[in-house]
């Protein structure tokens, strides 16, 4: 039985506001999947791009593998994201006409043990917007508080 694994970008649900959601398949050496299912791997600060109608994925770190040899992998690189043909023309013209971005969400290995990244197309939140969610989000902790209290 394999070990799922589970990478959250949580900046991403309160940086931006989610339009639409994709999963993704990503290209990867054997070093980086050995990575990957060890869970050393962040895709905070990473987002995706168009490069020749491929959809890749940049700024994703994915540690060295620790019994690698020379063949290891480099940390930050390009990897090419596995989409439609569909989805990718709809997302590039989303992304071309609309000033959109895609932004990776969660990093996890399926039942198969393939690496999957689920994506999804962002609009960026203003600093009142990303105000309102915090508010909304002590709102909702308190009202929790106070129900807990009464039963």
């Not at 930050?76 to 006409?97: A, F, I, P, T, Y």
């Amino acid at each position: 039985m394999l070990k799922t694994v589970n990478i959250l970008n949580k900046r991403a649900k309160f940086d931006y506001e989610i339009i639409d959601r994709y999963t993704a398949g990503i290209v990867l050496t054997g070093t980086e999947i050995k990575s990957i299912r060890l869970g050393k791997a962040g895709i905070a600060e990473s987002f995706c791009e168009f490069h020749n109608n491929e959809l890749f994925v940049i700024n994703s770190n994915i540690e060295e593998y620790h019994f690698g040899n020379q063949f290891n992998h480099k940390a930050k690189s390009e990897r090419k994201l596995l989409l439609n043909k569909k989805e990718l023309k709809g997302l590039l013209k989303d992304v071309q006409n609309k000033g959109l971005t895609i932004v990776p969400l969660r990093l996890f290995t399926n039942e198969k043990g393939l690496a999957k990244l689920d994506i999804a197309l962002c609009r960026g939140k203003k600093n009142y917007d990303k105000r309102e969610t915090i508010k909304d989000r002590d709102n909702k902790r308190d009202l929790d508080r106070i129900k807990k209290d009464y039963k």
